[in-house]
Every structure is written in C-alpha cells, then in structure tokens.
C-alpha cells in the first residue's frame, strides 16, 4: 500500500462520519503554530515576517492539545516557525499521539538530530550497539555522542523523548538539491544537515517525509533529481505545492528585496507547467495528496478552494480564511467557521472571488477539496482509491552519479557564499569591499535552541542579488 492502512483508515472514517452527519465544514488536518520562531530566514517564508512582531510568543502546551481537541482533525501538522525550537515539543508531541492523531512534524531538519539522540540515550540497552555502529560508520553521530547515548542515566531515560510510530512523520523542508536548498534557507549546509537527519531517522525506524515549494525559478529537472534522490534514502513520502504570493511574503518581497513578486512566485499558468509532470511523479514516487488534487495542479480541471478543512493556530488564535493569508483571527474553530464568509474566496470556474486567490493552487486550499468529493466527477472515488491502495513506489537505486547530482553547491565548493565571494570580488560587481559574513544573533536567537547563520539582511540580499548577476554575465 502507498500510505499505511491504519492511517488511509482513520483518515477515511473521519471524512464518512462527517458526510453521514452531512456536517457542511470541518477540519481535515490542523495547522498547529506553536511559536514563529526560527533559526532560519528563508527567501519567500512569509510566517517569520508576518508574526515579527510575536515571535518570542508560544502557545501554551494546554492551549495547543485543546485546539486539536476543538477542531478534531485526525492529522495535525505541527509547524511555525521551527516547532523543534518548542520548549515542550516532545510533551506536545506525546499529547496529540495519545489523542490518536496523525503527526506530522514540519522541520528545517536543523534540531533533528539532537532530538533523536534524546530518544537514543532514553532507549538505550547494549541491543542497540549494532545500530550506533551503523550511526557512526555512517557518521551520522560522533563517537563522543555515541558515549553521550551509551551513558544514558536515569534523568535520560526518564525524559519525554521522540519515539518512532506509524503514527508519525518527520517533515522535512527541503526545497531542491543543494545549491538550490542552500540558496533558498539563506544558508549553507542546510541540505546536507536534512540528508544526514534523513539518514539517521531511518536508521532509528521513523517514517519521514518531505515537503517541497516549486516557487517560479525551480527547475522542474531539478524536482525530479530530488525526488529520485530522497527515494533512493527511503523517504516514505513527498508533499510538495507551489508558491504563492500571499500578503505577508508578497509585501516583504518588495519592501526586503525591492522585487516585483511576480519575478519570484508562481501564477495559475506556471504552476500548471511547472506540474505538468506532477501525475508520472505520482506513480513513480510517494506523493501526498490526492490524485485529484493532482490533476488540479497539472491543469485538467478545477477546484473549488476547501481552507476550512486545513485551519491554522496560532498564539493569535484561528487565522482565517487561511494558512496563507490574514483577514483575522478567531477564538474558537466554530467561531471561525460561522463568521468567516468563505464563499468570498477561492477561484470559482476561473473567476477569483478575491484577487488575491487568483493564482493560487496551493496544497493547504486545494488537496482537502480533491478528498471530499468537492467539484466531485465520476470516478475519483475510485481514483483515490486506487491511488492509496496501490502498491508504494519502488524506492530509486542509489548511485554515486546520483548523490555527485545532489551535492551540487557547499560540499564541492560551490556554496552560494562562494559565489557570491567570487561575485563580489569581480571587477564587474563594482565597488564594493572584500566580502565579510558576520555570524551576528539574529533577533530572535534568544529562544530556546535558537540560532542563525545568516548575517544582516541587508548584506545577504545584496549578495543574493550579486550572485544573480554573476551568473548572468557568464
Ligand atoms: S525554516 Fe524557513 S520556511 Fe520554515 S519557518 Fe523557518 S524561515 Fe520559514
Ligand atoms: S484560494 Fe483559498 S487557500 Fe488560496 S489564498 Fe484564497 S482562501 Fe487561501
């Protein structure tokens, strides 16, 4: 089977009881914000410049279990910010499971490691040497941690750990293959963090999965390499969606980086391209999401726009209508379902009902449409069917070739501050001085765990800019 069966079956009853009770909205996944603190500062994330203003703000533990318990979602996807940066990610995480929930947890993959030695040292019996050696023969751990995991004390056994289940998946962002990655989190050696975090969760037995934004200079080649490549790690499943010039990113595209949005994210048309493959990567990879959520993106018909179905929390409350974009912000699901005028939103028959649902197709609004039967044609039951029951795409066969076309960028030293350095120093960069990266705090180092390796904004979109240009003029 493509998903497993427990998960396809929890999923599948929830959206039968509801049409039963013919409930006309309710939630399919949870959108669960703990905090908007990030360690990172990725071009186009919206979430960061949106909330700069509550970033040391985190919903209470207590607060986020009965969100889930308010909305009922049967999966919740747990994200920010870095939710890794949570103070009680482990208690959080504990709490939805008991409530018999699907997780997912949407990571930069910076923490995760650090997170599964926990579990190591909590675990840890002499049965568990063969999988430390392979840790270490892989040099996914240090032989110092290894001794961190192997003393394991009672204070580390008694700690609320990560654990591996079937009822949960690591999420990892990844956004293309190295150079590109890299490029896009703002910093160098994230991609080769995620990997070896991939690696280890493997080893350790824990699903993971990957999420992926097709903004409007992905190379479509680019997707599929990576899609090849994280098979061939096992990565048990994909989600990936394109960009989408809501407010918040849309408004820091212009005031940050002084660009036109439409130079960075995708409209209708493009993403169509851009997906035009989406179907044969549906078969020979694990993608999330329906097979008709699918033919939406690949341009074979439309969709009316679900959001109620993927509401968000945060330390605001309910954010409506949407993920992406704030008109307000509720107090209680219910609340929001009854107040917001959803049928002033979304793309109807090719008429955006706001301008600014125009161009989008996002996974948040859309995928839930494709599960319940929205805009419903003959035979997409069975099309969804088909598609979760059929058998798990063969993982892809791992090569040398293959992990030489995924370390495009720092690690055969072509980082994109490498470039920029060469940029920089080109007489045709013009005047300016030596380049200097400073690693400065950023302004939300102060919380827990939290660090950035990116320095002044300023100076980093200059060079962004610069590397831009440099590679034009080759
Ligand atoms: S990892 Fe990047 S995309 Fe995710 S919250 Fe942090 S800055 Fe935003
Ligand atoms: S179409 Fe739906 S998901 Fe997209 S921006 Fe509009 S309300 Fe949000």
Redesign the pocket.
């Known amino acids: 089977m493509r998903f497993p069966f427990a998960l396809t079956k929890k999923i599948a009853s929830h959206i039968i009881k509801h049409k039963l009770r013919k409930t006309p909205k309710f939630a399919m996944v949870l959108q669960l914000e703990p905090l908007h603190t990030c360690n990172l500062t990725c071009t186009g994330c919206g979430r960061i410049r949106e909330y700069s203003t509550s970033l040391k703000d985190m919903v209470p533990l207590e607060q986020c279990l009965q969100a889930a318990m308010e909305c009922d979602a049967p999966m919740v996807s747990i994200c920010g910010g870095e939710p890794l940066i949570y103070p009680k990610i482990e208690e959080l995480i504990a709490g939805l499971l008991e409530q018999g929930r699907v997780l997912y947890i949407c990571t930069n993959g910076m923490f995760m490691r650090k997170k599964m030695r926990d579990y190591l040292a909590a675990v840890y019996s002499p049965e568990l040497e063969p999988k430390l050696k392979k840790l270490l023969d892989g040099k996914l751990i240090s032989e110092k941690e290894a001794e961190v995991i192997r003393k394991s004390d009672d204070a580390a056994k008694k700690k609320v750990v990560i654990r591996p289940t079937k009822w949960m998946y690591w999420n990892v962002h990844v956004d293309g293959l190295e150079f590109t990655h890299d490029l896009i989190v703002e910093r160098e050696g994230v991609f080769k963090e995620c990997v070896e975090a991939i690696k280890m969760a493997k080893i350790c037995g824990y699903q993971v999965a990957t999420n992926t934004t097709v903004y409007r200079e992905t190379d479509v080649q680019e997707i599929e390499d990576m899609f090849k490549y994280l098979s061939s790690l096992e990565v048990d499943g994909h989600t990936i969606s394109p960009g989408?010039d809501?407010d918040a990113a849309k408004k820091d595209m212009v005031k940050r980086l002084g660009k036109d949005p439409k130079q960075f994210f995708l409209t209708r048309d493009m993403t169509r391209q851009k997906f035009a493959k989406i179907q044969d990567w549906g078969k020979a990879f694990t993608i999330f999401g329906t097979p008709v959520y699918q033919e939406f993106l690949a341009g074979k018909r439309e969709l009316t726009?679900t959001?109620w179905a993927i509401p968000t929390f945060n330390v605001k409350g309910w954010k409506a209508?949407?993920?992406?974009?704030t008109d307000g912000h509720y107090s209680g699901y219910q609340e929001m379902l009854t107040k917001v005028q959803w049928e002033k939103?979304?793309?109807v028959n090719g008429v955006a009902r706001?301008p600014?649902?125009e161009h989008?197709m996002?996974h948040?609004?859309?995928d839930p449409s494709g599960a319940l039967g929205t805009n419903y044609q003959s035979g997409d039951n069975w099309k969804n069917i088909k598609y979760n029951f059929g058998s798990k795409p063969k993982p892809f066969p791992s090569s040398p070739e293959l992990a030489k076309r995924a370390f495009n960028g720092v690690t055969i030293g072509k980082g994109h501050l490498a470039e920029a350095k060469a940029a920089i120093n080109s007489p045709a960069a013009g005047a300016r001085g030596a380049f200097s990266h400073k690693e400065e705090p950023h302004q939300h180092e102060s919380h827990v765990g939290s660090s950035c390796g990116t320095s002044e904004t300023s100076e980093r979109d200059d060079l962004l800019a610069k590397i831009k240009d440099a590679k034009k003029s080759e």
């Open positions: 989408y809501y726009c959001a209508p949407c993920y992406l974009m939103y979304g793309v706001d600014r649902c989008c996002v948040c609004g859309y």
